[in-house]
DNA sequence: GCTGCGCTGGACATAGTGTCCAACTCTTTG
DNA sequence: CAAAGAGTTGGACACTATGTCCAGCGCAGC
């Protein structure tokens, strides 16, 4: 039997590749319209998206791996804000600083549920809650540079540590972000005032903190 | 038939809030040990405290109930902590916001597996969402009031809503100690690095935060 | 010592998860 | 074009939960 096994068919891998692609959507669609993902069945997306639960369970280890997918989607995209702000020069200061706060905002604006969704399976999920935590620390990392070169500079206070900071920042930021934009409807104004206020507070209380002499 | 009923039996009543207790307790130290709310089963509590399911049944509407009364005795004491800083005067400026924020770390110290908890069904149940955003209210409140007092003396800038900086720094800071206290081991010096580092970041950020003129 | 309250154990209906497999269909390939 | 393997399906299984219901037991109170 020299080589009876057939290659695998790359139409056949497209269409799963679809598939997958067509069961994330759907999904993200039930969350939109209100459903929870813990209260949303495998049997349910499974029919959504015109597979066979078992067909599901092929595809999908299991319901976890659909949210981190989800997760790993929601997040891409995000980061590069961070970067741009980061570069020091273009946009950056309090202004500069609003303005990724409310890029952030917007992007997390154009999935709310699935971002909604993220976070309640990451309250009782060990996986998604690291996965989530490993991409905050890449946030964290930077800022804490950036703060460190603040404090060599001079501009802000030497009596904290940047890491520390930095963690309360990305921390509680990300809540505001998330309350803010899970709780509230799509508003642009609304989203600026938030920005603005959450770098206000963010800029004289850390990125410019006066000395305590 | 006159009075064929027998008045509710006093021992009995105690007996039942006993149980309750004790039922409470149990879940606390489930918790305590490492089990997450959502795994933990009503088959399982209702054996560690002693009773049967069905009892279980009649003294808890459900599972969500358990964990509201735990939500509900765990801020308990909470709030009057923001009552003692708001007092002006005493304890109060910076050193006094970082002590309030140590006492609210300490007191959540005490039980970190039930704040975890509770967050945690927060995360899924409304009914338990709706709680926590209720006392979360009052202490953004409190804040707001504070502020606008602020900014009536002319000690921070006048240029924000009181309201959003009060929510931005409930939601943020509320989010920072619960994470911190949750993940990390008891350790006084840390909790009150962190104290410091929230407060002075409020302090500077939003107290205290300079005109932009 | 009667009697009914409080509690129990166990059964039930329901609903979900994840696994397994025989059988079917569709696609590739010789 | 037809054989055969790859891909998919439905349905059964074993589990684990939840919340409800009820007959009956034993103890407390009269």
Same mark, same amino acid.
């Given at each position: 039997m020299a080589s009876t096994t057939r290659r695998p068919s790359t139409a056949a891998a497209g269409r799963r590749a679809a598939a997958e692609a067509r069961t994330l959507d759907v999904v993200e669609r039930l969350l939109a319209e209100g459903a929870s993902f813990t209260e949303l069945s495998v049997e349910r997306i499974a029919a959504e998206a015109g597979l066979s639960r078992s067909t599901f369970y092929l595809y999908f280890r299991d319901k976890t791996e659909l949210i981190l997918r989800l997760a790993a989607s929601l997040k891409s995209g995000i980061f590069q804000v961070g970067v741009e702000w980061r +570069? $020091? &020069?273009? +946009?950056? &200061?309090l202004e500069g600083l609003a303005e990724a706060y409310l890029q952030i905002i917007r992007h997390y604006r154009r999935r709310p549920a699935t971002y909604a969704a993220v976070l309640e399976v990451a309250g009782y999920d060990r996986t998604v809650r690291d996965a989530l935590q490993a991409g905050q620390q890449r946030f964290i990392d930077r800022i804490a540079g950036r703060l460190a070169r603040e404090q060599r500079a001079g501009r802000?206070?030497? $009596?904290? $540590?940047p890491e520390r900071a930095a963690q309360v920042m990305a921390w509680g930021g990300e809540q505001v972000i998330a309350r803010h934009v899970i709780d509230t409807e799509d508003d642009l104004e609304e989203d600026t005032r938030i920005a603005n206020e959450l770098a206000a507070a963010h800029w004289h209380g850390t990125y410019r903190r006066p000395s305590s002499t």
């Open positions: +570069a $020091d &020069g273009i +946009a950056d &200061g802000t206070s030497p $009596d904290f $540590d």
